[in-house]
Nanobody
Framework: VQLQASGGGLVQAGGSLRLSCTAS????????MSWFRQAPGKEREFVAA????????YYADFVKGRFSISRDNAKNTMYLQMNSLKPEDTAVYYC??????????????????WGQGTQVTVSS
């Protein structure tokens, strides 16, 4: 599956952005979808995931209450609504997918398909 992330940009602390990830393919609804991010000099880290079927969301502790993940299977698109942004949220945000849900959904090694990333910069 090919993934295309968009929606990044420059925003002041406390502001909001909505990222989108559009996927190719006719079986999007069955894919586990996730967002990761990577700041300069740091490892790629898990942000949020959403299960197929149940649509249950999972979040990293540092985004709980601020970010919301969702998906629209009819549009083959996943979203990440980011509110109350902080300077430490600055990173390249990547979307990724997996054919089946993994209990290790938080590990980048579980995913094979990645989008090109979209830059999010939060100024203080």
């Amino acid at each position: 599956v090919q993934l295309q992330a968009s929606g990044g940009g420059l925003v002041q602390a406390g502001g909001s952005l909505r990222l989108s990830c559009t996927a190719s393919g006719r079986t999007f609804s069955t894919y586990a979808m996730s967002w990761f991010r990577q700041a300069p000099g740091k490892e790629r880290e898990f942000v949020a995931a959403i299960r197929p079927g149940t649509l249950n969301p999972y979040y990293a502790d540092f985004v709980k209450g601020r970010f919301s993940i969702s998906r629209d299977n009819a549009k083959n698109t996943m979203y990440l609504q980011m509110n109350s942004l902080k300077p430490e949220d600055t990173a390249v945000y990547y979307c990724t997918s997996r054919v089946r849900w993994s209990v290790q959904y938080y590990s980048p090694a579980q995913y094979a398909d990645w989008g090109q990333g979209t830059q999010v910069t939060v100024s203080s």
